[in-house]
């Protein structure tokens, strides 16, 4: 089989890696990739015109949808009645990312458990409700952001701040709504799913905030790890209890056309999980740390979701852990150079990998094209062996003021 994947993110880099893996698959293109994958084509993920020219050109029998954009624009809709199989779900499913309050609105419905929230109509109520919740809220804009819309506030100042940046952001009529703090540790949940069962990966655990001991403002990802050590069978059998299964049963009830990866942001607390919010997609930089840990091929995976078999499909993983540490260019998630060359990526082992994001190739070499440049991964039969090999691997790589958070992964270390 020829499959397109799309993005040019790491993600997608990870994605590519792991289809090319398969027996089953001729050839992987990256639509539009990045300097780490091969088979590159220059088409806009969202101008499904181009790329129906292309898969039929190509004779591509699957798509796999790396970013949300698309899901979100239709992507699923418009190749319906076409030979090809594009994995994810159609836009009316999608809301359940590009729609904070349409997910939301789904999660009381259907029972799933989640925070309490409320929608101001304006911004005298907006001041209102941090004034009553003394700060303590998380602040989210009702729309795709890049993982840059939500705001975590611990005081009135901090909230008010949010406020005036998010309206900075996205306009004074911005929709948004202001959700009940929750105080625990957070989990990367990542499913496959045909609407009916679900096939969950390894949990993970993102870093979202930039510098360490999560501190500085919220990212796409600085990075990931796992399995999460924490995370007991105990645990995962309440939250598929308590979030998986309604969530499940409400995609079965709104009949949304659902084929694709399911993400449960979830946060343990003292009172049990709750669910923070749905992505439609992977996770990034979950996915650089999942992939390498799933033992089973990908493509049958993801054709077994497409083909409503998944309640029979046996998922398989790797023994041990992986971390992956993103190294950034400096002044993201704000502005950022780009065209800084990279050196030392031939100089990772067989315990390492290197999973290229804002990257281009000029002249033969790699440089630096976005914010989040690399996700440098490491395994290892612990833990700490998984974290050791990832920063040593980060440690011979070099790009002009390079910068990465050096606690990730310690979240799951005993006293940490």
């Avoid at 088979?39 to 969202?46: A, K, T």
């Avoid at 992507?75 to 836009?91: A, K």
Wanted: charged share 25%.
């Amino acid at each position: 089989m020829r499959i397109a994947v799309l993005g040019s993110g790491g993600r997608e880099h990870a994605l590519c890696w792991k289809f090319a893996q398969s027996s089953q698959v001729e050839k992987v293109f990256a639509v539009p990739g990045n300097g780490g994958t091969e088979n590159n084509i220059p088409i806009d993920p969202c101008d499904f015109k181009a790329l129906k020219i292309f898969v039929e050109k190509e004779n591509i029998g699957l798509i796999f949808v790396g970013p949300e954009q698309p899901l979100a624009e239709g992507i699923v809709d418009y190749f319906r009645n076409q030979p090809l199989r594009v994995f994810g779900p159609d836009r009316q499913a999608a809301q359940l990312e590009s729609s904070k309050l349409f997910a939301k609105q789904f999660m009381k419905k259907y029972g799933v458990a989640t925070a309490d929230f409320w929608q101001p109509a304006n911004r005298a109520e907006a001041e209102e409700i941090i004034k009553k919740t003394k700060g303590q809220v998380v602040l989210k804009y009702d729309g795709l952001a890049a993982g840059k819309g939500v705001y975590v506030c611990s005081h009135q100042e901090e909230a008010r701040m949010a406020l005036h940046n998010l309206y900075d952001s996205f306009g004074a009529e911005a929709p948004l709504y202001f959700e009940e703090r929750f105080y625990g540790q957070e989990i990367s949940l990542i499913g496959f799913t045909d609407g009916q069962d679900i096939k969950m990966l390894l949990p993970a655990q993102d870093h979202k905030a930039a510098f360490d001991g999560d501190k500085g403002p919220n990212t796409g990802g600085m990075g990931a790890y796992c399995p999460v050590p924490f995370c007991t069978p105990e645990m995962l059998a309440e939250i598929d209890r308590e979030i998986v299964q309604p969530t499940l049963s409400g995609l079965q009830a709104e009949k949304f056309d659902y084929h694709g990866v399911i993400y449960f942001g979830v946060i343990q607390t003292e009172s049990g999980p709750h669910l923070l919010e749905y992505n439609v997609r992977f996770g990034d930089p979950e996915t650089e740390v999942l992939l390498p840990m799933l033992k089973s091929d990908l493509l049958d995976l993801t054709l077994a979701a497409l083909e409503n078999n998944l309640s029979g499909f046996k998922i398989e993983f790797n023994l041990g852990y992986a971390v992956d540490v993103v190294m950034a260019a400096a002044g993201y998630p704000g502005v950022y150079p780009k065209g800084m060359e990279i050196s030392g990526l031939e100089k990772i082992n067989a315990n390492q990998m290197v999973f290229q994001a804002g990257t281009s190739r000029r002249d033969g070499r790699v440089v630096s094209s976005g914010g989040r440049v690399l996700n440098v991964v490491g395994h290892g039969s612990t833990l700490q062996e998984a974290i050791y090999e990832t920063y040593a691997a980060v440690s011979g790589i070099r790009f002009d003021d390079a910068f990465f958070r050096r606690d990730i992964g310690r979240k799951g270390l005993p006293d940490e």
